[in-house]
């Protein structure tokens, strides 16, 4: 994962143009990615596609000829959406132009200007510091044209059409944690998933933010309707403990099934209500569509002192942190998977559970957490409890419930209550 995520680092991104397509074509090797193009200047809701952008070179020259802000050094160095521009400027008349982070005076800030024309350069403050009193020779070689908005899709199909969106951005440059990590975390994802039999299906989204959720769901009502559960994948490669995000509606089953993970891994997290800004999240559950998506990070965006600037590097990832936000997604998924409601066979008193090998004690103080799994499971499956729930009210983990209630299954115990219908009552 962190291997994808040094390839993707040079790349320069942006809401439309070819480092989209260029990044997408990279994810195409690990899996399928159908890309699609929107044209520049369609209605898409209340916004429109805006033109494309793309950039070949920029810089600042000093009279000497010496390049004194270089866009082939680092992406970041140009406002990202910036107009062509050249031309021979004072320092004076630069100035408005030229970005800096005084309070992180050796980092580049990360600056875009999509929505209003501008052009700029964004430098660290030691850089800015160091510029003199010249002539110098301003150089954006970008365009902005009729074009396209570029997104890629990877959908799984599943045993329902019932679907699980997981969504990232694709249109950051030269930025590591935000959000290279969630494109390879959703990446790796995809691929494992595929590898395994599915009950929902899947659609991975790798949009540009915002602009590229709400042309998504403007051209996909229909997919957007069959979502049951979703997660926006972002900042997730640092080394900071786990931050859920909760959808609009605050108890949808993924909000309970990210909560269950999380408090079951023996690591920090916290639970955040539901805000509408953010990520992509703010498209999902506009409420319009009021979709159950929640947004999975580790540090928190605009809260790590790194956060749109250099300094979310390849350095700022780490492999470890990417491989547990794998494995906390796939736990995540497994919960959903087999989250499913059942009924007890034999609801009046306590089945035998010895006579059918199903009561397994070592002789020991309690009953171990098998045999008190089963009784949780036994006693709450009354068509109204999903397992979660049970896991839940039992402060058990989902798997162990899970792995119980199968058994009790095959004992002739348990029944799925969804086959049968009607609850208990
Ligand atoms: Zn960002």
Redesign the pocket.
Known sequence: MHDLVAELYPICRSITGNGVRQTLGILERHIPVATFEVPSGTSVYDWTVPKEWNIRDAYVKSSRGERVIDFHECNLHVLNYSTPVRAKLTLEELRPHLFSAPEHPAWIPYRTSYYKEAWGFCLSQDQLSRLDEDEYEVCIDSELTDGHLTYGECFLPGETADEILVSCHVC?PSLCN??LSGISVAVFLAKELLTRERRYSYRFLFIP?TIGAIAWLARNEAAAARIRHGLVLTCVGDAGGFHYKKSRRGDAEIDRAVAHVLRHQNDPYEIQEFSPYGYDERQFCSPGFDLPVGCLMRSV?GQFPQY?TSADDLSFVLPAALAASLHTCLDVVDVLEHNRTYRNTNPYCEPALGRRGLYRTTGGPGIGDENLARLWVLNLADGRHTLLDIADRAGMNFMLIHRVASELTEHGLLQDAAARGAPVS
């Open positions: 950051h935000d959000n933010g965006w749109h």
